[in-house]
């Protein structure tokens, strides 16, 4: 297991032991939230930085009359850079929440605060957790302005490792835009960095990965598969079942894009046991989506191919990760699809279509409607799938995929052509 999360988990047990004794020093409720935030241990953490605030709250009510708390002002005022830093890790709470803008304003407010008081290592974080948070919200141009902020400080101070976390973040910036050559370059300076001390396998690992998924999805196949066979090794070295299935997926589908399906089945089948030795539902249920998709492609009337997906449904439905939601409702429309059951394959892409407008995914949605489209044409509705293809080319052409859509619009044109006495599509 990475030694430094052992060694944060000593360190809580610790903090939590003087937070008892001391339950009104809130620099040690600080201190416990932000290595519960650190373990990802989120629902602990926000109970340990509430307890910051409770002494810092303005007014008090009696009879349900607010009355003010002039203590509660200077408090506030001596303590206003510990409590910016609670803002700051209580926005990685809202963030694993999936409040995006809630995590922004938090981080927004405590940056203020840090340049205020000269505080460059607080403001050098908090800058890569609110490029982070533009990261995932898909604004990649303020993504990088942020972390480009940090860079500036930890480059000034000497900060070595802050300056690699930040070229790793700036590497994910450029996957996101598809700028996968730049990506790879941030990421292998920051891997110079981790490497200087020998002390840094997890970050190391951490990285390679990374740049495994990089060149996997630029297409160059064997720089994948190199780095993420050395990603394994060192997740294997410290026992980090969850990195170790994660790694092993992408190798799975390295393989299934050389055309391996054997050797992406295999790889998938280790992520699956390496996910349930980790007993986190969320890896298990991904890497059983992984490999009954797969097993579709072998072989779609398999035994275990409606377990595996439909227990990762169910659980993707019981935690409220809706892309995954939709994700495994395909798969099973698709398995159901192939092997020839028109009507539950027609109920699931159905269902997943509805997530993936609620989601505003383009590519989703085209891929639904191609397959609606498919069922239409078998039971020899040619309008219907005619209308379908249309609305997936439509939506393959807006992801920036015109081959496809150049595709379902010839499909669409014959469809229209077979419906006797219809118009066809402009």
């Not at 498919?374 to 799938?385: N, V």
């Amino acid at each position: 297991m990475n030694q430094s999360y052992i060694l944060t988990q000593e360190i809580i047990e610790n903090y939590r032991l003087i937070c008892r004794k001391e339950p009104r020093n809130i620099e040690n409720w600080l201190m416990l939230g932000r290595c519960l935030v650190d373990t990802q241990q989120f629902d602990q953490a926000e109970e340990a930085l509430t307890k910051i605030f409770e002494a810092g709250r303005f007014f008090s009510f009696k009879n349900g009359v607010p009355r003010l708390r002039p203590a509660a002002l200077l408090h506030w005022r001596r303590n206003r850079l510990l409590f910016a830093k609670a803002y700051a890790d209580m926005a990685m709470i809202s963030l694993n929440q999936a409040n995006l803008a809630e995590s922004e304003r938090l981080l927004t407010m405590a940056l203020t605060v840090f340049e205020k008081e000269n505080s460059d290592y607080e403001y050098a974080r908090a800058a890569n957790r609110l490029g982070m948070v533009y990261r995932l919200a898909g604004a990649f141009e303020s993504a990088e302005e942020a972390h480009y902020r940090a860079k500036k400080l930890a480059e000034k101070h000497g900060w070595k490792f802050v300056l690699a976390e930040t070229l790793g973040d700036l590497g994910m910036v450029y996957e996101g835009k598809d700028r996968f050559d730049q990506a790879v370059e941030c990421h292998r300076e920051a891997l110079a960095l981790y490497e200087t001390d020998g002390k840094h396998g997890f970050e190391t690992a951490c990285v390679m990965r990374q740049i495994g998924l990089c060149r996997l999805r630029g297409g160059a196949f064997d720089q994948s598969r190199t780095a993420f066979e050395r990603a394994l090794e060192l997740f294997e070295k410290q026992d980090d079942f969850i990195n170790k299935s994660r790694v092993l997926n992408g190798l799975s589908l390295v393989a299934q894009a050389r055309g391996d399906l054997d050797g992406a089945l295999d790889a998938a089948e280790k992520s699956v046991a390496a996910a349930l030795e980790s007993k986190d539902g969320f890896e298990i249920a991904a890497n059983r989506l992984l490999l009954g998709g797969l097993m579709i492609e072998k072989d779609p009337a398999g035994g275990e191919i409606e377990k595996l997906l439909t227990d990762a449904l169910a659980f993707f439905k019981t935690a409220g990760k809706k892309a995954e939601n939709a994700n495994a409702a395909a798969a099973l429309g698709l398995m159901h699809l192939r092997r020839g059951d028109w009507a539950r394959a027609e109920s699931f892409f159905r269902d997943s279509l509805h997530i993936e407008e609620m989601l505003h995914r383009s590519l989703g949605q085209a891929s639904d409607y191609s397959n609606l489209g498919l069922i239409a044409s078998k039971r020899g509705q040619s309008q219907k799938a005619a209308e379908y293809w249309q609305k997936a080319a439509l939506l393959f052409e807006k992801s920036g995929d015109l081959s496809t859509a150049n595709y379902f619009k010839e499909q669409s044109r014959l469809m229209w052509g077979e419906a006797a006495g219809l118009p066809r599509p402009k």
